[in-house]
């Protein structure tokens, strides 16, 4: 059975950090890319970063330079490093397996609450 379990979130203020974490379990890790989404109080899915199973990472402009996604195979862990953190980056954080954003095979989220 494919878990993926989210953890690290919280309640930071503005230009803070977190690192979020992703234990997977159940399938072979350093096979598959990875992707992480967010979800945001009555919005859709929005893709966050994925990498792939040989460790390229791609990442969209709204968090370039803020956000770094990385895997360690050895630990099954999916990471993703969020500075300079904003009010917007508000929302649940999913991990994913694949690149597909609306992938089923996902966790059950972890909340990120951006306030002062």
């Known amino acids: 059975e494919v878990q993926l379990v989210e953890s690290g979130g919280g309640l930071v203020q503005p230009g803070g950090s977190l690192r979020l974490s992703c234990v997977a379990s159940?399938?072979?890790?350093?096979?598959?890319?990875m992707t992480w989404v967010r979800q945001a109080p009555g919005k859709g899915l929005e893709w966050v970063s994925s990498?792939?199973?040989?460790?390229?990472?791609s990442i969209p402009d709204s968090v370039k330079g803020r956000f770094t996604i990385s895997r360690d195979n050895a630990k099954n862990t999916l990471y993703l490093q969020m500075n300079s953190l904003k009010i917007d980056d508000t929302a649940v954080y999913y991990c994913?397996?694949?690149?597909?954003?609306?992938?089923?095979?996902r966790g059950q989220g972890t909340q990120v609450t951006v306030s002062s």
């Open positions: 994913v397996r694949g690149s597909a954003v609306s992938s089923p095979l």
């Open positions: 159940g399938f072979t890790f350093s096979s598959y890319a």
């Open positions: 990498i792939t199973s040989g460790g390229t990472s």
